[in-house]
């Protein structure tokens, strides 16, 4: 496996957009379901989207339903987060990392954090006006 690398973050008024990447320098991306989680100071980590290896399957938190989307683009190696409608409460570091349960990647499941692995380094996000 490789390293997980995200960017794409920033500094955006309410209301406002961005699209997060995450790439993969290793070799079984395309095998990998990938979530992206966030953590903001003070708060525990929180998974707030994942896609399966195929992109068939994604999954969402309640805090983020309807205003991002994730992606993947296996031949490039990425997964993309699109942030729309920002929010105050959205500001974190925002990472991406791979599920290390593949057999278990389900609606229950998915957002458990401790089952992530590889996490990148992060890029973050603020949400201010």
């Known amino acids: 496996q490789g390293r997980l690398m995200e960017s794409g973050g920033g500094s955006v008024q309410p209301g406002g957009s961005l699209r997060l990447s995450c790439v993969d320098s290793?070799?079984?991306?395309?095998?990998?379901?990938i979530g992206w989680l966030r953590q903001a100071p003070g708060k525990a980590r929180e998974a707030v989207a994942a896609i399966s290896a195929g992109g068939s399957l994604t999954y969402y938190s309640d805090s983020v339903k309807g205003r991002f989307t994730i992606s993947r683009d296996n031949a490039q190696n990425t997964v993309y987060l699109q942030m729309n409608n920002l929010k105050h409460e959205d500001t974190a570091m925002y990472y991406c990392?791979?599920?290390?349960?593949?057999?278990?990647?389900?609606?229950?499941?998915?957002?458990?954090?401790?089952?992530?692995?590889?996490w990148g380094q992060g890029t973050q996000v603020t949400v201010s006006s």
């Open positions: 990392a791979r599920y290390s349960h593949p057999a278990l990647f389900t609606s229950g499941s998915w957002s458990l954090t401790t089952r992530y692995n590889d």
């Open positions: 290793g070799l079984t991306f395309s095998n990998d379901h």
